[in-house]
């Protein structure tokens, strides 16, 4: 089976992930603010400073091969909060963004719901699917 990680950040330059944390009520995976340092590279042994601040939620990988059964994990925390989204971008400048990443071992079933499309659309989201093989 392949597996699937799903993730949704909302990026930007200036505001506090403690903040977007307290505004949706759910507690991220990751947040980070932009200059903090963090040790990169492939070793994880650069130091490096974060170009930009994220507040993220993710789902562990899943041996799968359903990727919108996975993707429906983020989007049924969210998907009643299109309106705080939507002013979270406009008060700190935000860009909202779900990414899909897929380590093929099996062909993956590659479909986004119609409901799912409207919410991203709403909340004006990207998509990004990371694919590895």
């Known amino acids: 089976m392949s597996e699937v990680k799903i993730e949704f950040s909302i990026i930007g330059d200036d ?6 944390t307290k505004l949706l009520g759910i507690q991220p995976t990751e947040a980070y603010c932009i200059d903090d340092e ?6 994880k042994s650069i130091p490096m400073k974060r170009k930009e601040t994220c507040w993220r939620i993710e ?7 359903d990727v919108e059964f996975e993707l429906r994990k983020i989007y049924n ?3 009643d909060k299109a309106d705080i989204l939507k002013m979270i971008q406009n008060k700190f ?6 990414v899909i990443v ?3 071992s099996d ?3 590659l479909g986004i719901d119609r409901d799912i499309i409207k919410f991203a659309a709403e909340i004006d989201a990207e998509f990004q699917f990371d694919t590895y093989i």
């Open 93 to 98: 400048c935000t860009t909202c963004k779900f």
């Open 59 to 65: 789902t562990d990988y899943a041996e799968t091969i």
């Open 15 to 20: 505001f506090f992930p403690e903040e977007i």
């Open 38 to 43: 963090f040790l990169g590279g492939s070793e």
């Open 77 to 79: 925390l969210i998907k």
């Open 107 to 109: 062909n993956p079933i």
């Open 102 to 104: 897929i380590y093929f």
